[in-house]
């Protein structure tokens, strides 16, 4: 697509509205900040033990790499969602825009509402964990006193609010800023994981592994013999959690230097790189570690919420090899977490400057900073409800902060479920067009959306168990007698729909549809003096004339013309049924 003549944005590219910095990331940024996102190294550091067994009980066992390849098929189904929605309307509000223009505002806003509760809760395990590995990594480096302050709540609880507070200033100061520190942590996390799968297969292979180690086998790699509703279920969740992230990339869409095309390719491609490293990794882990319930075995309880705690000392000994391989192990959790501190604080920061543009919830947090360009008053807002949630759970119960893995997962299913499912309704009336159109924009959105609503349905029912969760002494850990997986899940989303009501009350313009109004990629639209050479489909935001045309041309400016978005076609009022 050419570019405009003249330095003014485009008509309809939505950082003339929000004040963003465009152009800052490219392609190679975008995808950076999607891996990173996800934390790979914390992701399967926290999350792993819970593929391979829960509730008491093995779950994917060996069949783990299984897990996370069915994983993946739902996590790439909804990237095309975010993909083609993004073509259509690359606004930073994501979910929460494309949900509001296929289905209306209330599911908009609860969709937007389910990024920052996922990433809000997300953030109080993210600290846990960077609080704890920053005294293990001093440990590691030799001051070995500071090490047992790892097992403080006090001290870890401290840290990890202290590492909140930074990551949230990196974010406030700059999105280049921001893409820039993930280039050097992705690239520790990612050469330690490499390190540590070829380390422990070497082992394994070569013969020098535990006894109870196990020779990788092809049936790892599919889930025959597992059932729905007990184990793939709640398991797939679990490995949906390690993938989440990837779509931060698309949140910063208007950010990029191709807002229509860049962030989706990203999406993508951010998926593809965190399929190789998760099977890989996790192949490892299995085949050196086993799936006992006893000593570094992935079904040992106690071994669930860190693995690579457990397994790395087996794993590289005492030598003097072996603490340059812990060092970097501890190193690798600890940039990843706080990689991915900062890059949750991104996309919810982006969703609520979104949603105070359309008038969605209040207008200060659309506020942009005036030097940085960046949203600074939801960039500190969500810094400091993080440390909020932090602190409350900490006081609460520090066995609540492993519910929320879980809980967390109930959440991505939902918010990532709803955008696939947006995004067929969304072009519902032009998926006959095209052959590529009826399966990227229809039938692959909705299959992602139906895995993720049913694997929601059937492991709210197993997190709902009493047993399902038990603490390092073996006590059930529960909410009102029930799960509190299930219940802090639950409990979230009506926390989100008692605010809606509020707010709606107090402001309804964006629920009667006066500044988010809904619409379909078969609407007509604006071609202003500014508009790129060829059509491209890009919705009103928040400050723009209006864009998008009634079928009879009524709201059509004077002296300004209405084209197809499909065929390009322009219309005239001569061409009206």
Same mark, same amino acid.
Request: overall charge neutral; some cysteine; hydrophobic content about 50%.
């Given at each position: 697509m050419s570019a405009p003549a003249t330095d003014a944005a485009?008509?309809?590219?939505?950082?003339?509205?929000?004040?963003?910095?465009?152009?800052?990331?490219?392609?190679?940024?975008?995808?950076?900040?999607?891996?990173?996102?996800?934390?790979?190294?914390?992701?399967?550091?926290?999350?792993?033990?819970?593929?391979?067994?829960g509730g008491g009980a093995i779950l994917a066992g060996v069949k783990a790499p299984a897990i996370i390849l069915l994983a993946f098929v739902p996590m790439y189904l909804i990237a095309v969602a975010y993909q083609e929605l993004n073509r259509a309307e690359p606004d930073c509000g994501t979910t929460f825009t494309w949900a509001a223009r296929a289905f209306g505002p209330i599911t908009g806003w609860l969709g937007g509402w389910g990024i920052i509760a996922a990433d809000v809760i997300v953030m109080a395990n993210l600290a846990q964990i960077a609080g704890a590995y920053s005294f293990t990594f001093v440990a590691d480096l030799g001051w070995t006193a500071v090490g047992d302050l790892a097992d403080s709540t006090l001290w870890t609880t401290v840290a990890g609010l202290l590492w909140i507070a930074i990551m949230t200033y990196i974010c406030y100061r700059g999105i280049e800023v921001s893409a820039r520190i993930q280039y050097v942590l992705l690239a520790i996390e990612v050469i330690v994981l490499i390190m540590f799968s070829v380390v422990a297969l070497g082992k394994v292979y070569s013969g020098n592994g535990e006894s109870y180690s196990l020779i990788p086998s092809w049936d790892w790699f599919w889930p025959g013999g597992l059932s729905v509703a007990d184990v793939i279920a709640p398991a797939l969740l679990t490995a949906v959690f390690i993938y989440w992230g990837w779509d931060t990339a698309v949140s910063v869409n208007e950010e990029s230097d191709d807002p229509a095309?860049?962030?989706?390719?990203?999406?993508?491609?951010?998926?593809?790189?965190?399929?190789?490293?998760?099977?890989?990794?996790?192949?490892?882990?299995?085949a050196f570690a086993g799936v006992g319930t006893t000593g570094i075995g992935l079904?040992?309880?106690?071994?669930?919420?860190?693995?690579?705690?457990?397994?790395?000392?087996?794993?590289? !000994?005492? *030598?003097?090899?072996?603490?340059?391989?812990?060092?970097? #192990?501890?190193?690798? +959790?600890? &940039?990843?977490? @706080?990689? %991915?501190?900062?890059?949750?604080?991104l996309p919810t920061a982006r969703t609520t400057l979104s949603m105070a543009a359309y008038k969605?919830?209040?207008?200060?947090?659309?506020?942009?900073?005036?030097?940085?360009?960046?949203? !600074?008053? *939801?960039?500190?807002?969500?810094?400091?409800?993080?440390? #909020?949630?932090?602190? +409350?759970? &900490?006081?609460? @119960?520090? %066995?609540?902060?492993?519910?929320?893995?879980?809980?967390?997962?109930?959440?991505?299913?939902?918010?990532?479920?709803?955008?696939?499912?947006?995004?067929?309704?969304?072009?519902?009336?032009?998926?006959?067009?095209?052959?590529?159109?009826?399966?990227?924009?229809?039938?692959?959105?909705? #299959?992602?959306?139906? +895995?993720?609503?049913?694997?929601?349905?059937?492991?709210?029912?197993?997190?709902?168990?009493?047993?399902?969760?038990?603490?390092?002494?073996?006590?059930?850990?529960?909410?009102?007698?029930?799960?509190?997986?299930?219940?802090?899940?639950v409990v979230a989303i009506l926390i989100g729909a008692v605010l809606m009501v509020i707010w709606r009350l107090r402001a309804p313009a964006f629920f009667?549809?006066?500044?988010?109004?809904?619409?379909?990629?078969?609407?007509?639209?604006?071609?202003?003096?500014?508009?790129?050479?060829?059509?491209?489909?890009?919705?009103?935001?928040?400050?723009?004339?209006?864009?998008?045309?009634?079928?009879?041309?009524?709201?059509?400016?004077?002296?300004?013309?209405?084209?197809?978005?499909?065929t390009g076609a322009e219309v005239r009022p001569d061409d009206e049924p």
């Open positions: 485009p008509l309809g590219f939505p950082e003339t509205g929000k004040g963003l910095k465009g152009g800052a990331l490219g392609l190679l940024s975008s995808v950076v900040v999607g891996t990173a996102s996800t934390a790979p190294a914390y992701s399967l550091a926290a999350s792993l033990g819970f593929v391979v067994a095309k860049t962030p989706g390719r990203a999406a993508i491609l951010s998926t593809v790189l965190l399929l190789v490293t998760y099977v890989l990794v996790s192949t490892a882990a299995v079904g040992n309880p106690a071994n669930a919420d860190d693995v690579f705690a457990a397994i790395g000392p087996a794993l590289f !000994g005492d *030598s003097a090899l072996g603490h340059i391989g812990l060092l970097l #192990l501890s190193a690798s +959790i600890l &940039t990843s977490a @706080s990689a %991915s501190t900062q890059t949750t604080i969605a919830m209040p207008t200060a947090f659309a506020k942009i900073h005036p030097k940085y360009l960046t949203p !600074g008053v *939801s960039t500190i807002a969500m810094g400091l409800a993080s440390m #909020l949630f932090y602190a +409350i759970f &900490t006081l609460i @119960s520090p %066995s609540l902060l492993t519910a929320l893995i879980g809980s967390v997962g109930l959440m991505i299913a939902f918010y990532y479920g709803l955008t696939g499912f947006a995004c067929s309704w969304f072009y519902r009336r032009t998926l006959h067009h095209k052959p590529r159109d009826f399966f990227m924009q229809g039938v692959l959105p909705s #299959l992602g959306g139906l +895995i993720l609503l049913v694997a929601f349905v059937y492991a709210l029912q197993s997190f709902a168990a009493v047993d399902w969760l038990q603490d390092d002494n073996g006590n059930n850990v529960t909410i009102f007698g029930i799960g509190a997986v299930a219940v802090v899940g009667k549809g006066e500044t988010l109004p809904r619409a379909g990629s078969h609407d007509l639209v604006l071609v202003g003096a500014n508009a790129a050479d060829e059509p491209v489909f890009r919705l009103p935001d928040s400050g723009l004339p209006g864009i998008v045309i009634a079928p009879d041309l009524s709201n059509l400016p004077a002296g300004e013309r209405a084209i197809d978005p499909v």
